[in-house]
DNA sequence: TCCTTTGTCTTACGACTGTATGGCCAACAG
DNA sequence: CTGTTGGCCATACAGTCGTAAGACAAAGGA
């Protein structure tokens, strides 16, 4: 984050900060201004550096994306484990959903760029690839605290956690599609039904 | 959809019928190619038609990528208005709501362009307005025959309409939004978990 | 009949695109 | 000390972009 460099630093560490801080002016020119304005220009121009620079880290606009999407999925994994995993199972996932939910500026910038990479996965095969990992990285966490509140009887047999985990996971994304496209939505309400309605 | 004109017809005709296969032109483009390949050139050369028609019908690309948007809203509005309404409540909302997800070529196309375009709209204001309009009519109506069936009797009377509608909404448009990327999803089988979890 | 409108096409312009190339400077290895 | 490497920058090139402007044909209304 910060511009602050100490002169004696090594220079590949320069290299990596500055490599990072282009993947996050890639975030930024598509969160604030859209997919379609990401280029090799906007993103120097948003680092601060020269396209020439942009082109030594990411050797084409492709490569670009793919830093953007991966450095998104990464903040958002990051704060998924670093959620609160204590109280009951409902609030434990309740918590961990509404980290991948367009609450405050910083989620809303991530969640902008996770649709926007979800969407051009579509017709861009090598986001797919990285888009489903990240569904099935969520899928799975949800599914094993499932289980386990199960196995410790908080939940009844009858549930079943995959389903209830691939479920929770098609709500929380299509809340996010919703919800960074107008932000009045009352998100957390409709998520809190379905959690309900699935961990009975 | 017919290429076959008369050539008695109007010449207003005409031009109405070449500003819909522009249209169309313009989804399939964004359906094959991806959002950021539309362009007034490539969508004319998809229509058969030159750069300069193109730009006659619709005076900017933003009106393409609007008009794309709106006839896609449209074939699926018209699809779900078309959607057989007997049967039990269960039966009939995940027909309903089979009608919005990628199941075959034609709604998979359907489905790469509404995700594009509602992932665009985080950004373009002017696409957002439609996309909550589309959202809008189609939690309505799920609304609106959930709240039938309880008034029949169909359902407990705990069961409240408009969030077990929205819950749903979001549901299919998470599914939407995965199964567009992965075509390899069972989504029908979780869609129909979330509506009997919800429609208890 | 002439004039206006409408649909289609071609051409043109300036801006921007992705990317290849090469130069400059600091740091390191020998 | 010299040679090499890596980070950064400036420039160049061919192509595409959105859009404006004008030409031509057909048709309708006066």
């Given at each position: 984050?910060?511009?602050?460099?100490?002169?004696?630093?090594r220079?590949?560490?320069l290299?990596?900060?500055?490599?990072e801080?282009?993947?996050d002016?890639?975030?930024?020119?598509?969160?604030?201004?859209?997919?379609?304005?990401?280029?090799?220009?906007?993103?120097?121009?948003?680092?601060?550096?020269?396209?020439?620079?942009?082109?030594?880290h990411?050797?084409?606009?492709?490569?670009l994306?793919?830093?953007?999407?991966a450095?998104?999925v990464?903040?958002?994994?990051s704060?998924l484990?670093?959620?609160?995993?204590?109280?009951a199972?409902?609030?434990?996932?309740?918590?961990?959903?509404?980290?991948?939910?367009?609450?405050?500026?910083?989620?809303?910038?991530?969640?902008?760029?996770?649709?926007?990479?979800?969407?051009a996965?579509?017709?861009?095969p090598e986001?797919?690839?990285?888009?489903?990992r990240?569904?099935?990285?969520?899928?799975?966490?949800?599914?094993?605290?499932?289980r386990?509140?199960?196995?410790?009887?908080?939940?009844p047999?009858?549930?079943?956690?995959d389903?209830?985990?691939?479920v929770?996971?098609?709500?929380?994304?299509?809340?996010?599609?919703?919800g960074?496209?107008?932000?009045d939505q009352?998100?957390?309400?409709i998520?809190?039904?379905?959690?309900?309605?699935?961990l009975?």
């Amino acid at each position: 984050m910060s511009v602050v460099r100490s002169p004696r630093s090594r220079t590949t560490s320069l290299g990596a900060a500055t490599a990072e801080r282009i993947a996050d002016a890639a975030v930024t020119v598509v969160a604030r201004d859209g997919f379609d304005v990401l280029s090799v220009r906007t993103v120097a121009r948003e680092a601060g550096v020269s396209g020439g620079t942009v082109q030594h880290h990411y050797d084409t606009r492709n490569a670009l994306l793919l830093a953007a999407f991966a450095h998104t999925v990464d903040a958002i994994t990051s704060r998924l484990i670093h959620s609160d995993l204590a109280g009951a199972v409902q609030e434990v996932v309740t918590r961990l959903c509404e980290q991948a939910l367009p609450l405050d500026d910083e989620r809303r910038r991530e969640c902008i760029v996770w649709t926007a990479l979800s969407a051009a996965a579509s017709t861009h095969p090598e986001l797919a690839h990285w888009q489903r990992r990240a569904v099935t990285l969520f899928t799975a966490t949800l599914a094993s605290i499932i289980r386990d509140a199960r196995t410790a009887g908080e939940l009844p047999q009858s549930c079943d956690p995959d389903v209830a985990a691939a479920v929770l996971v098609a709500v929380v994304d299509g809340l996010t599609l919703h919800g960074v496209a107008h932000q009045d939505q009352n998100s957390t309400a409709i998520l809190w039904a379905a959690i309900t309605a699935l961990l009975e």
